[in-house]
């Protein structure tokens, strides 16, 4: 009888200091900021080559809008004009000029 009290007081110890150490890691892991993933890795290296894109407008035309379009960079010039960048590369993908019907 003895045997089993000692078994059943030494179980109970270690399911409480199991309990606790699983309390203790998932509380420092809340707290540890989060490792980056492979895309956050991706724009932290930089590049190999700066470089800079130049886009042809007459004088005084102003962006109108940015949007990512996928991996390219749809950038709005004017009211009528967008151009498709590749910003990996810098370089003009495509235009698109909007007319009216």
């Given at each position: 009888?003895r045997?089993?009290?000692?078994?059943?007081i030494?179980?109970?110890?270690?399911?409480?200091?199991?309990?606790g150490?699983?309390?203790?890691?998932?509380?420092?892991?809340?707290?540890?900021?989060?490792?980056?993933?492979?895309?956050e890795?991706?724009?932290?290296?930089?590049?190999?080559?700066?470089?800079?894109a130049?886009?042809?407008?007459?004088?005084?035309?102003?962006?109108?809008?940015?949007?990512?379009?996928g991996?390219?960079?749809a950038v709005?010039v004017?009211?009528?004009?967008?151009?498709?960048?590749d910003?990996a590369?810098?370089?003009?993908?495509?235009?698109?000029?909007?007319?009216?019907?």
């Open positions: 009888m045997a089993l009290k000692a078994a059943t030494i179980m109970g110890v270690l399911i409480v200091l199991g309990t150490a699983l309390v203790a890691v998932i509380v420092k892991r809340a707290g540890a900021p989060a490792a980056p993933g492979k895309a890795q991706a724009a932290l290296v930089p590049s190999a080559a700066p470089y800079a130049r886009l042809a407008a007459p004088a005084g035309t102003r962006i109108t809008g940015l949007a990512a379009a991996s390219l960079l709005g004017g009211e009528d004009h967008v151009v498709v960048l910003p590369t810098g370089r003009t993908v495509g235009t698109v000029t909007l007319e009216p019907r």
